[in-house]
């Protein structure tokens, strides 16, 4: 399995970030209340995590973004009054210190790729979220990915067979971005890293996939349904 692939974690190893880090600001979106209040109290157990505010809608979900500056949004995959979807685009590319951690009943590797490939950085199933949601908040707070245990496997053998299971999401990200025209410092810019890093993934998407040209790059990246 890819390494960037997180599962649950076993009692006892619970992922904890560094004592001297500040508390993981935390926006929770989803339109049901009990849902909502579940997930806070078990996100407010925590003291390294701090619960800033709730949002019922796509709208809400936005506009606490914007006020709170959260490190991580715990968003519903089926939130009313928008595309889910499309917010996660909106907010990576509005907000793009704050990670997302999808939240939702779905447990179609379809819908964990299309949450992952607009920028989320984390997929929870509800029914796990009482032995997962922690891990994959403080995850999302370092940067790291975290897919629940019963997606990962089929979402590994999804990317398998579209051919880019050797590619990380970032990597993926970086296809992307190269095959619509972007440069290393334009890609950069976008996502908020060096041009080095930027380079370095570079030449390790060429090496994984054993090619030498953009062309080759472009080509693959459209048979793959990367771009359109």
């Not at 499309?86 to 964990?112: C, G, K, N, Q, Y």
């Not at 334009?186 to 390790?204: D, V």
């Amino acid at each position: 399995m890819p390494s960037h692939l997180r599962l649950a974690t076993p009692p006892g190893s619970e992922i904890r970030p560094p004592r001297e880090a500040q508390p993981i600001r935390v926006v929770l979106a989803d339109d049901h209340a009990m849902v909502r209040r579940t997930m806070r109290l078990l996100l407010d157990h925590e003291q390294d995590i701090d619960v800033r505010a709730e949002a019922t809608d796509v709208s809400a979900a936005v506009r606490h973004v914007d006020r709170h500056a959260p490190h991580v949004l715990v968003l519903d995959l089926r939130l009313p009054n928008g595309s889910t979807i499309e917010t996660i685009r909106r907010l990576r590319a509005h907000a793009p210190d704050t990670e997302i951690v999808v939240l939702t009943m779905e447990e179609s590797p379809t819908f964990a790729q299309q949450a992952l490939d607009a920028g989320g950085i984390g997929f929870v199933l509800k029914d796990r979220a009482d032995t997962e949601l922690v891990a994959a908040v403080r995850l999302a707070a370092r940067g790291e990915q975290y897919v629940s245990s019963r997606v990962s496997a089929a979402l590994d053998a999804r990317q398998r067979a579209a051919g880019t299971g050797a590619l990380s999401p970032r990597e993926i990200e970086i296809v992307r971005l190269i095959a619509l025209g972007f440069t290393s410092r334009e890609i950069a810019t976008k996502l908020k890293l060096s041009r080095r890093t930027i380079e370095t993934h570079r030449s390790g998407i060429y090496d994984k996939l054993d090619l030498t040209t953009r062309a080759q790059l472009v080509h693959f990246a459209l048979t793959r349904h990367l771009v359109t």
